[in-house]
Protein backbone atom coordinates (compact mmCIF):
# COMPACT_ATOMS: atom_id res chain seq x y z
CA UNK A 1 0.00 0.00 0.00
CA UNK A 2 1.56 3.04 -0.99
CA UNK A 3 -0.46 5.51 1.09
CA UNK A 4 -2.24 7.17 -2.12
CA UNK A 5 -5.96 6.53 -2.10
CA UNK A 6 -8.14 7.18 -5.30
CA UNK A 7 -11.45 7.01 -5.65
CA UNK A 8 -13.54 5.45 -7.54
CA UNK A 9 -12.05 2.31 -8.40
CA UNK A 10 -14.01 2.09 -11.70
CA UNK A 11 -16.21 4.08 -13.83
CA UNK A 12 -18.39 3.50 -16.49
CA UNK A 13 -20.17 6.65 -18.23
CA UNK A 14 -21.38 7.59 -21.73
CA UNK A 15 -19.81 9.83 -24.26
CA UNK A 16 -20.44 13.19 -23.64
CA UNK A 17 -20.64 13.00 -19.84
CA UNK A 18 -18.51 14.20 -17.11
CA UNK A 19 -16.41 12.76 -14.74
CA UNK A 20 -14.34 13.58 -11.38
CA UNK A 21 -11.54 11.55 -9.72
CA UNK A 22 -10.31 11.45 -6.59
CA UNK A 23 -7.10 11.26 -5.39
CA UNK A 24 -5.69 11.86 -1.45
CA UNK A 25 -1.57 11.94 -1.64
CA UNK A 26 0.49 10.19 1.36
CA UNK A 27 0.80 12.14 4.64
CA UNK A 28 2.95 14.84 4.41
CA UNK A 29 3.15 14.83 0.19
CA UNK A 30 2.69 18.01 -0.86
CA UNK A 31 3.14 17.60 -4.63
CA UNK A 32 0.08 15.60 -6.42
CA UNK A 33 0.73 13.82 -10.26
CA UNK A 34 -2.04 12.95 -12.58
CA UNK A 35 -1.23 10.07 -15.35
CA UNK A 36 -3.35 8.50 -18.22
CA UNK A 37 -2.45 5.11 -19.07
CA UNK A 38 -4.04 3.70 -22.09
CA UNK A 39 -3.09 0.93 -24.33
CA UNK A 40 -1.91 2.50 -26.85
CA UNK A 41 -0.42 5.47 -25.32
CA UNK A 42 1.82 4.10 -22.32
CA UNK A 43 1.84 6.08 -19.54
CA UNK A 44 1.38 9.84 -20.03
CA UNK A 45 1.87 12.72 -17.69
CA UNK A 46 -1.16 15.08 -17.30
CA UNK A 47 -0.47 18.14 -14.31
CA UNK A 48 1.13 18.29 -11.18
CA UNK A 49 0.16 20.39 -8.63
CA UNK A 50 2.04 21.58 -5.69
CA UNK A 51 0.65 22.86 -2.32
CA UNK A 52 -2.33 24.05 -3.92
CA UNK A 53 -0.66 25.46 -7.22
CA UNK A 54 -0.56 24.32 -11.06
CA UNK A 55 3.23 23.35 -10.85
CA UNK A 56 3.44 21.74 -14.27
CA UNK A 57 1.22 20.24 -17.41
CA UNK A 58 1.92 17.33 -19.58
CA UNK A 59 -0.22 15.98 -22.30
CA UNK A 60 -3.85 16.92 -20.63
CA UNK A 61 -6.95 17.93 -23.26
CA UNK A 62 -8.72 20.97 -23.01
CA UNK A 63 -11.57 19.13 -21.57
CA UNK A 64 -9.61 17.89 -18.70
CA UNK A 65 -8.85 20.54 -15.90
CA UNK A 66 -7.62 19.99 -12.10
CA UNK A 67 -7.68 21.19 -9.09
CA UNK A 68 -5.52 20.57 -5.92
CA UNK A 69 -7.57 21.53 -2.24
CA UNK A 70 -6.41 23.37 0.96
CA UNK A 71 -6.58 19.49 2.40
CA UNK A 72 -4.31 18.24 -0.41
CA UNK A 73 -6.26 16.37 -2.08
CA UNK A 74 -7.01 16.40 -5.81
CA UNK A 75 -9.52 16.27 -8.57
CA UNK A 76 -8.96 15.56 -11.61
CA UNK A 77 -12.05 17.01 -13.98
CA UNK A 78 -12.86 15.03 -17.28
CA UNK A 79 -15.54 16.53 -19.13
CA UNK A 80 -17.37 15.96 -23.15
CA UNK A 81 -16.44 12.63 -22.51
CA UNK A 82 -14.67 10.25 -25.50
CA UNK A 83 -14.53 6.41 -26.31
CA UNK A 84 -10.76 7.75 -26.65
CA UNK A 85 -10.74 8.02 -23.27
CA UNK A 86 -11.25 5.03 -21.65
CA UNK A 87 -8.14 4.38 -19.96
CA UNK A 88 -6.41 4.09 -16.39
CA UNK A 89 -5.93 7.31 -14.84
CA UNK A 90 -3.60 7.38 -11.70
CA UNK A 91 -2.58 9.84 -8.92
CA UNK A 92 0.88 10.47 -7.63
CA UNK A 93 2.67 11.97 -4.98
CA UNK A 94 5.90 12.99 -3.82
CA UNK A 95 7.83 14.63 -0.88
CA UNK A 96 7.46 18.26 -0.87
CA UNK A 97 10.11 20.36 -2.44
CA UNK A 98 11.06 17.16 -4.05
CA UNK A 99 10.19 16.97 -7.72
CA UNK A 100 13.09 14.96 -8.91
CA UNK A 101 12.53 12.03 -6.31
CA UNK A 102 10.54 9.17 -6.45
CA UNK A 103 6.63 9.38 -7.04
CA UNK A 104 3.81 6.89 -5.09
CA UNK A 105 1.33 5.91 -6.68
CA UNK A 106 -2.77 5.26 -6.20
CA UNK A 107 -4.16 2.33 -7.38
CA UNK A 108 -5.58 4.25 -10.03
CA UNK A 109 -9.12 4.57 -11.38
CA UNK A 110 -10.41 2.52 -14.71
CA UNK A 111 -12.51 4.65 -16.58
CA UNK A 112 -14.44 3.16 -18.79
CA UNK A 113 -16.84 5.82 -21.58
CA UNK A 114 -19.26 3.75 -23.29
CA UNK B 1 12.71 16.14 -24.67
CA UNK B 2 13.67 13.30 -22.48
CA UNK B 3 13.09 10.18 -23.64
CA UNK B 4 13.54 6.50 -22.29
CA UNK B 5 13.60 3.11 -24.61
CA UNK B 6 12.70 0.06 -23.16
CA UNK B 7 13.78 -1.81 -26.40
CA UNK B 8 12.97 -5.68 -25.01
CA UNK B 9 8.56 -5.74 -25.27
CA UNK B 10 8.82 -9.11 -23.09
CA UNK B 11 11.03 -11.13 -21.54
CA UNK B 12 10.61 -14.60 -20.21
CA UNK B 13 13.00 -16.33 -17.41
CA UNK B 14 12.85 -19.29 -15.52
CA UNK B 15 11.76 -19.45 -12.15
CA UNK B 16 15.02 -18.92 -9.20
CA UNK B 17 17.32 -17.81 -12.84
CA UNK B 18 18.43 -13.68 -12.97
CA UNK B 19 17.13 -11.96 -15.85
CA UNK B 20 18.36 -8.48 -16.98
CA UNK B 21 16.11 -6.32 -18.30
CA UNK B 22 17.22 -2.71 -20.74
CA UNK B 23 16.50 0.86 -20.43
CA UNK B 24 18.00 3.44 -22.37
CA UNK B 25 17.18 7.40 -21.60
CA UNK B 26 18.17 10.86 -23.66
CA UNK B 27 18.55 13.88 -21.31
CA UNK B 28 21.34 16.96 -21.36
CA UNK B 29 20.29 17.18 -17.70
CA UNK B 30 23.27 16.44 -15.50
CA UNK B 31 21.06 16.05 -12.04
CA UNK B 32 17.84 13.35 -12.36
CA UNK B 33 16.78 10.37 -10.87
CA UNK B 34 15.83 6.81 -12.87
CA UNK B 35 13.34 4.40 -11.83
CA UNK B 36 12.32 0.93 -12.22
CA UNK B 37 8.53 0.69 -11.27
CA UNK B 38 6.68 -2.77 -11.46
CA UNK B 39 2.82 -3.13 -12.90
CA UNK B 40 1.48 -6.80 -11.61
CA UNK B 41 -1.79 -7.47 -13.79
CA UNK B 42 -3.74 -5.46 -10.56
CA UNK B 43 -2.37 -2.85 -12.66
CA UNK B 44 -0.73 -0.54 -9.25
CA UNK B 45 2.01 0.81 -10.11
CA UNK B 46 4.63 -0.26 -7.33
CA UNK B 47 8.51 1.06 -7.03
CA UNK B 48 10.96 -1.31 -7.50
CA UNK B 49 14.36 1.04 -6.84
CA UNK B 50 15.67 3.72 -7.52
CA UNK B 51 18.93 5.60 -8.80
CA UNK B 52 20.17 8.83 -8.07
CA UNK B 53 22.45 9.84 -11.16
CA UNK B 54 24.48 11.86 -9.25
CA UNK B 55 25.70 8.40 -7.52
CA UNK B 56 28.44 5.78 -8.94
CA UNK B 57 27.34 3.31 -6.68
CA UNK B 58 24.73 1.07 -8.38
CA UNK B 59 21.18 0.59 -6.31
CA UNK B 60 20.47 -2.60 -4.75
CA UNK B 61 17.14 -3.66 -3.37
CA UNK B 62 16.86 -7.04 -2.19
CA UNK B 63 17.00 -9.53 -5.37
CA UNK B 64 16.94 -6.00 -7.59
CA UNK B 65 19.91 -4.67 -8.80
CA UNK B 66 20.70 -1.88 -11.53
CA UNK B 67 23.71 -1.61 -13.56
CA UNK B 68 23.51 2.26 -14.06
CA UNK B 69 26.23 3.45 -17.02
CA UNK B 70 25.91 7.55 -17.18
CA UNK B 71 27.95 7.84 -19.98
CA UNK B 72 26.04 5.73 -21.85
CA UNK B 73 22.88 6.54 -20.62
CA UNK B 74 21.63 3.13 -19.70
CA UNK B 75 19.64 1.99 -16.53
CA UNK B 76 19.44 -1.77 -16.53
CA UNK B 77 17.60 -3.66 -14.23
CA UNK B 78 18.77 -6.87 -12.74
CA UNK B 79 16.16 -9.56 -11.06
CA UNK B 80 17.97 -12.26 -9.27
CA UNK B 81 16.59 -15.66 -8.20
CA UNK B 82 13.50 -14.84 -9.87
CA UNK B 83 9.95 -15.50 -8.35
CA UNK B 84 6.59 -16.27 -10.18
CA UNK B 85 5.43 -13.20 -8.17
CA UNK B 86 7.91 -10.91 -9.91
CA UNK B 87 5.65 -11.73 -13.12
CA UNK B 88 4.70 -8.27 -13.88
CA UNK B 89 5.40 -5.33 -16.48
CA UNK B 90 8.44 -3.16 -15.37
CA UNK B 91 8.64 0.10 -16.49
CA UNK B 92 12.01 2.04 -16.94
CA UNK B 93 11.47 6.13 -15.90
CA UNK B 94 13.57 8.95 -16.12
CA UNK B 95 12.90 12.08 -13.50
CA UNK B 96 14.57 15.65 -14.40
CA UNK B 97 11.60 17.67 -13.71
CA UNK B 98 9.02 15.63 -14.97
CA UNK B 99 8.32 11.51 -14.87
CA UNK B 100 8.84 9.75 -18.17
CA UNK B 101 7.92 6.40 -18.93
CA UNK B 102 9.29 3.79 -21.04
CA UNK B 103 7.12 1.92 -22.97
CA UNK B 104 7.55 -1.18 -20.50
CA UNK B 105 8.62 -4.68 -20.76
CA UNK B 106 6.49 -8.04 -19.86
CA UNK B 107 8.34 -10.17 -17.77
CA UNK B 108 6.99 -13.68 -17.46
CA UNK B 109 8.30 -16.12 -15.09
CA UNK B 110 8.18 -19.82 -15.74
CA UNK B 111 7.93 -22.40 -13.10
Known amino acids: DSGVTQTPKHLITATGQRVTLRCSPRSGDLSVYWYQQSLDQGLQFLIQYYNGEERAKGNILERFSAQQFPDLHSELNLSSLELGDSALYFC?????????????FGPGTRLTVT | AQTVTQSQPEMSVQEAETVTLSCTYD???????LFWYKQPPSRQMILVIR??????QNATENRFSVNFQKAAKSFSLKISDSQLGDAAMYFCAYNGNKLVFGAGTILRVKS
Open chain 2, 27 to 33: TSESDYY
Open chain 1, 92 to 104: ASSPRLAELYEQY
Open chain 2, 51 to 56: QEAYKQ
